[in-house]
């Protein structure tokens, strides 16, 4: 690693922290112009890529990790990170080969006829070798980097005081961004990694999914007895990258029917409960020279459970069915809402979304009507879950696969037979309802009147009105409340010039100054937590 001191570790990220908590917070005080927020965005997010390359280990997976929590973050420090690489240079040779020999608890020879000292793959955590059983089978080797776990802990010390600090003091409405809930997310996912006894169990149960699929899909397969937690041997697997254009094209299938069998792969493990690949970048997605879909690197998944597909298929059948309440009370139990005092806002907010008629309007009007929904979507306390931050990763990073492999070809054109099918395979559950009124109706807008069309600009404007009212009055709240910290600053500052100086009114003026101000400060923060707690229509 780049950095390997604890101390220093430790330094560089609080330093870079403060800084940027630091800057945000005198902008808001001079109250800059939405440009200028833009380019302080753009240099936090460049700086805070140089800090993650110099640092690497953990750091890099929560840049990922961050990257794509978009309903979080500014786009412009987004646009900084989204495509970081979590390469890095390998480990001596010398300490590969003592960590396989200490989880093992023999020496190479015994297990392996042989194995590469150059590694073929080298990320934060792990690291990938080419080697040859003793029964002359090859394998590909997965070795946990060493040293990783002290580096991590470290880490994670140093955001749980980055997360306290942010919890407290970032001048960002509590439940708006649940801090905690960020933090437990990004442990649980980097801690998933850490165990390759998990990765393990993953391919064996998409082994086992896709059984019955074994013509279109290949998953390496695992040998048990040599995993480990920190070790992972699986079989060597050879394919074709996407990005390969050449090879792609020797295949025996045309691009559109291989852009099926991708889509086929992986909508049912988007639709249904069970684990989804979280991961799916070209890198990890390969075809076989027989035009299999090779699926890699299942160390980073998502699941979907029972309770959540069933909330899902609830959440649509409720939006067809215009049962709004139904629908928020779906949203509060796939846990996008934290709680539900915002639910008549959320229910006006959900039926003006889905009484708009794209086709009417122009592209230009698309776009205003995109910011301001953004805008007023931001004004309420909606965080998404992990687990489908990953499952829209994995979406999107499909999609950017699919386009790659056939740039020419409508993609919901492309899905739509393969969506179909997977449909009407669904026996009496309550995705053949969707199936049943698909089928019935074939314009999703036609389901809402024209009366409801012409009436949706008002009720829309009515809305956007009251939630920049209830803005308002919690950027006075919060305003006030800064004042009182700066005066409780400025007031410790002069109690404590008064002591050095032994000048008694001074400590005095000061000391009730704090004290005040401090008062102040309490009571903004409980009219803060009230207007969180009571924030309805009526207000």
Known sequence: MAVKSKW???????????????????YKLRKKSDSEWEKLWLEIGKKFRKTLFELEGLLIKIGQILSIRSDLLPHAFISQIQDLTDKV???????????????WGESLDYHLQSIDQHSIASASIGEVYKGVLKNGTTVAIKVQRPHIQSIIQTDFRTLRIIIWFADHFVPVPKGFIQFNVLFKELK???????????????????????KSSSDIVQIPSVYKDLCTSKILVMEWVEGIRLSDEHQINQLPFSR???????????????????????????????????????????GMVGEISKKDATNFQTLIGSVLAKDYTKAVECLYHLEFLHSQDNSRTMEKLMAELVSFD????????????????????????????????FLG???????????????????????????????????SNKWSFLWQWAKSQPLFHIIHSVTDFLQAPKKYEMVKETEQRRLFQFTIIENNKKRCFQLVLIGL???????????????????????????????????????????????
């Open 393 to 427: 990763r994995a979406v999107v990073t499909i999609e950017g696969n699919l386009r790659n492999l056939v740039p020419d070809q409508e993609l919901l054109e492309l899905g739509k037979p393969v969506f179909m099918k997977w449909l009407q395979s669904q026996g």
């Open 358 to 389: 794209p086709s009417q309007l122009m592209e230009a009007d698309l776009l205003k009507l995109k910011l301001e929904m953004n805008d007023l979507i931001q004004a309420l306390p909606i965080q998404v879950p992990t687990r489908f931050v």
């Open 493 to 539: 500052i002069g109690v404590g010039y008064s002591i050095v100086s032994s000048q008694d009114l001074l400590w005095q003026l000061s000391g009730g100054l704090t004290i005040l101000s401090a008062v102040g400060y309490g009571i903004c923060g409980i009219r803060l937590k009230k207007w969180m707690k009571y924030m309805q229509e009526g207000r």
């Open 89 to 103: 240079p390998p480990s001596n040779w010398d300490e590969i080969k003592k960590q396989l020999e200490n989880e």
């Open 8 to 26: 220093k570790r430790i330094y560089k990220v609080l330093t870079l922290f403060f800084s940027i908590f630091l800057k945000i917070y005198w």
């Open 256 to 298: 559109e029917e291989l852009a099926k069998r991708l889509i086929s792969v992986f909508l049912p493990q988007w639709l249904e409960p069970g684990l989804f690949h979280a991961d799916p970048h070209p890198g990890n997605i390969l075809f076989s020279p027989e035009g299999k879909v090779i699926m890699l690197d299942l």
């Open 188 to 210: 649980q996912v980097i801690e998933q990694e850490l165990d390759f006894q998990l990765e393990m169990k993953s391919l064996i149960y998409f082994k086992e999914r896709y």
